[in-house]
């Protein structure tokens, strides 16, 4: 089982506050990646990065921001939480040398803004 | 017009029956095709993974990719209840990110 933690697991939170939501892997991955899954519809990749200090945005637009100072740790953050960030967010790293496709999911953090 | 496309199901099958679970893709581009299973409130899992055209099995798991037609398939034989998951395909083309189908939910009942 992939070592990917994500806290919190479930958050429910009032519009306006600020969250960040927690991704940590132990495994020495250099590739990490943020998903946004709504229920019936596909993954869609928010934000990627291939190393400390590097950051891409993903296909999809989002108003969330990510940082990653530390090899291990990749935590997204909503300035202002509204009701229409509420979704599942999964993350997901990928081991040096391999490609984006072995990806090792967390157990995600399901939000909902109220 | 979305990168994959995949049946959302849900479907539903007995025991010890062959399941074939499937996506389209609309990039000619696209080499690599993942199936990924998701465990009710889990994340989602790599289960196969094929490049280019042809057949990889892996026990009760076969994973076809017919390019031609732009056509990804997951069969799995002897279904068992611990089968029960959704299932998501992926592709990509080249070192690109990933693109996932919707993801199809299969319950096998005892």
């Known amino acids: 089982e992939a070592d990917i933690y994500q806290t919190p697991r479930y958050l429910v939170i009032g519009t306006g506050k600020k969250i960040t939501l927690e991704c940590s892997q132990t495994m020495g991955h250099d590739k990490m990646y943020w998903y946004q899954q709504d229920p019936g519809m596909e993954l869609h990749l928010i934000h990627y990065?291939?190393?400390?200090?590097?950051?891409e945005k993903g296909d999809l637009s989002s108003e969330s921001t990510v940082s990653r100072i530390r090899t291990e740790h990749f935590p997204l953050t909503l300035e202002s939480a509204r009701p229409s960030h509420t979704s599942q967010y999964l993350c997901?790293?990928?081991?040096?040398?391999?490609?984006?496709?072995?990806?090792?999911f967390g157990p995600g953090t399901r939000l909902t803004v109220l | 017009q979305k990168e994959v496309e995949q049946d959302p199901g849900p479907l539903s099958v007995p025991e010890g029956a062959i399941v074939s679970l499937n996506c389209t893709y609309s990039?000619?581009?696209?080499?690599?095709f993942m199936w990924y299973r998701q465990y009710s409130r889990k994340g989602p899992e790599l289960l196969m993974y094929t490049y280019s055209s042809g057949n990889k099995e892996d026990g009760r798991f076969t994973a076809q990719v017919d390019k031609s037609s732009k056509y990804i398939s997951l069969f799995i034989r002897d279904s068992q209840p611990s089968d029960s998951a959704t299932y998501l395909c992926?592709?990509?083309?080249?070192?690109?990110?990933?693109?996932f189908g919707t993801g199809t939910r299969l319950t096998v009942i005892p």
């Open positions: 990039n000619s581009a696209f080499q690599y």
């Open positions: 997901a790293s990928s081991p040096p040398g391999h490609s984006t496709d072995t990806q090792y």
């Open positions: 992926a592709s990509r083309a080249g070192a690109n990110n990933l693109f």
């Open positions: 990065s291939y190393g400390v200090n590097s950051t």
